[in-house]
């Protein structure tokens, strides 16, 4: 084993810090332990429906304060990617205030005349005329992309279909797979990087979910930590091809490193 420095810090949310807005244990002291320690990090997620403003708000009724601009999500990363490839362009846009402002900030124009983008995001009203707006618009010529991949959302209720489902949806009606920007693509990583000033080989992620936050930070060179307190079982880890650098039960289980910025790996 070889002892690694780990500087900056990259953590998922829900599943890792917080469970139906309750903070996980170790989740605040965590957090309190990067600040002290002067280290870099962003939350990740790839919710992509409230700002980092909203995001800060419902962290912090749960006891976790993490200050907005330490916050990356889908709609982000959606936004840098079309403004760096098109900058100044347009975008039909399905989704809500988190990634249209993100959007509007980046510099784009929301439009349903023809534009560069049709992306979908996230919302709890998809609508059949929107659906069919975005459809015909790729049909015409518009790239098709999406915030993230994930099929399914969690909510008190249970569970509710999210933007991949919509995404199967139109993309069987058009013939036309979108790019899906969100985790696990590693540009989720490399421009939260890129926000904090990292260094891939001084970097570490957390998550919950060996299909999403693992496999994109093995992808992007980073070093992983699985918690236990998500989707992925223990049991299901030997199921993957790949294997974080460590399973752990908690977040609580990381404060030691987070304090003392090394780890043996």
Same mark, same amino acid.
């Given at each position: 084993m070889a002892v690694k420095t780990i500087e900056t810090w990259l953590t998922d949310m829900d599943g890792v810090l917080v469970h139906e807005n309750t903070a996980l244990p170790g989740a605040a002291e965590f957090i309190e332990t990067l600040k002290q320690n002067n280290r870099r990090f962003?939350?990740?997620?790839?919710?992509?429906?409230?700002?980092? +403003?909203?995001?800060?708000? +419902?962290?912090?009724r749960s006891g976790i304060d993490v200050p907005e601009e330490n916050i990356w999500t889908s709609a982000l990363a959606t936004a840098d990617f079309c403004a760096r490839t098109i900058p100044g362009g347009s975008a039909y846009v399905i989704g809500e205030a988190g990634l249209t402002t993100a959007l509007h900030e980046a510099g784009y124009i929301l439009s349903d005349q023809d534009p560069d983008y049709v992306i979908l995001g996230e919302t709890r009203t998809y609508s059949f005329e929107s659906i069919t707006t975005a459809i015909r618009l790729i049909l015409g010529g518009a790239r098709f992309i999406c915030t993230n991949p994930d099929a399914t959302g969690p909510s008190d209720s249970g569970i509710l279909p999210a933007a991949g489902s919509v995404a199967a949806l139109v993309t069987r009606a058009t013939n036309r797979e979108p790019y899906f920007v969100g985790k696990p693509n590693p540009i989720m990583f490399r421009t939260a990087l890129n926000r904090v000033g990292g260094h891939s080989e001084t970097t570490a992620m957390i998550g919950d979910r060996m299909d999403t936050d693992v496999v994109a930070g093995v992808e992007a060179g980073l070093n992983t930590f699985l918690v236990l307190t998500g989707i992925t079982h223990r049991k299901e880890v030997e199921t993957f091809p790949f294997r974080p650098d460590q399973v752990v039960d908690s977040i609580q289980d990381l404060i030691p490193i987070a304090e003392t910025g090394e780890v043996e790996l």
């Open positions: 962003l939350v990740l997620t790839n919710n992509p429906i409230y700002t980092p +403003r909203d995001l800060s708000a +419902r962290l912090g």
